[in-house]
């Protein structure tokens, strides 16, 4: 899966809106992630999901500009987002930044990490924090924590128990096929699926 730079041709629709998922990933475990946040978007009618890996080709700034709502994503590296997400951060500065270009469009973010806890909640304030930064508007995650009864599973939606945005957890010996687990993918795709009705309240008012 490479960059999809060019703008859809239902650009113009009335109800039409795209949202951008911007992230990284260097063993494909938040790449699954960032698919279920895509998926989740597409659940809404009208809404074009555009995956943009940070490290795979130049940063399509039109597409971002031109996108309803910006989702970020990326791996927690030493507890905080990879140095590849960091560098796509700085290099919005002038591009992006320096002009608001990214004002009042939604935000979210999404990450993952090896272990359960891994520090994952400075890595989404990061990304709040430059979201806000941008003007943007933040959106976290509406969802009860998931696996923290009796009767509670890991099975459970949200359990990592994350509200500022959605949290996975890949085992460090198993590949992308196998880790993250379905609850977490279901998790990333809720949010992408709140992103988009997020926006599509916003366009009614
Ligand atoms: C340089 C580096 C730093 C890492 N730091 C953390 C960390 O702080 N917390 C954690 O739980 N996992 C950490 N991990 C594990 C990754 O978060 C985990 O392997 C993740 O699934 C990688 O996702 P990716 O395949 O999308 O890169 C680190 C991995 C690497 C390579």
Redesign the pocket.
């Known amino acids: 899966m490479g960059i999809q730079g060019d703008k859809p041709e239902n650009f113009e629709q009335e109800n039409y809106m795209l949202i951008a998922i911007v992230y990284d990933?260097?063993?494909?475990?938040?790449?699954r992630q960032a698919q279920s946040v895509a998926e989740g978007v597409r659940r809404v009618a009208d809404a074009e999901a555009r995956l943009i890996p940070v490290a795979e080709g130049a940063i399509p700034w039109d597409v971002l500009e031109a996108s309803d709502a910006i989702v970020f994503g990326s791996?927690?590296?030493?507890?905080a987002p990879s140095a590849r997400f960091k560098q796509f951060c700085e290099d919005s500065t002038k591009p992006v930044w320096s002009a608001m270009k990214w004002r009042d469009k939604v935000a979210a973010g999404f990450t993952?990490?090896?272990?359960q806890n891994?520090?994952?909640l400075h890595s989404l304030i990061s990304m709040a924090l430059f979201a806000a930064q941008h003007g943007m508007l933040w959106v976290g995650l509406d969802l009860m924590p998931g696996n923290d009864s009796s009767r509670g599973s890991v099975h459970d939606l949200n359990r990592l128990g994350s509200w500022l945005g959605a949290m996975a957890q890949?085992n460090?010996d198993q590949g992308?096929d196998d880790t993250p687990i379905k609850s977490d993918l279901d998790t990333a795709a809720y949010l992408g699926q709140r992103v988009a009705e997020t926006v599509r309240r916003l366009q009614v008012v």
Do not use: E, R, V
């Open positions: 990933s260097g063993w494909g475990h938040t790449a791996p927690t590296y030493n507890g993952n990490s090896g272990a891994g520090d994952k890949s460090g992308p």
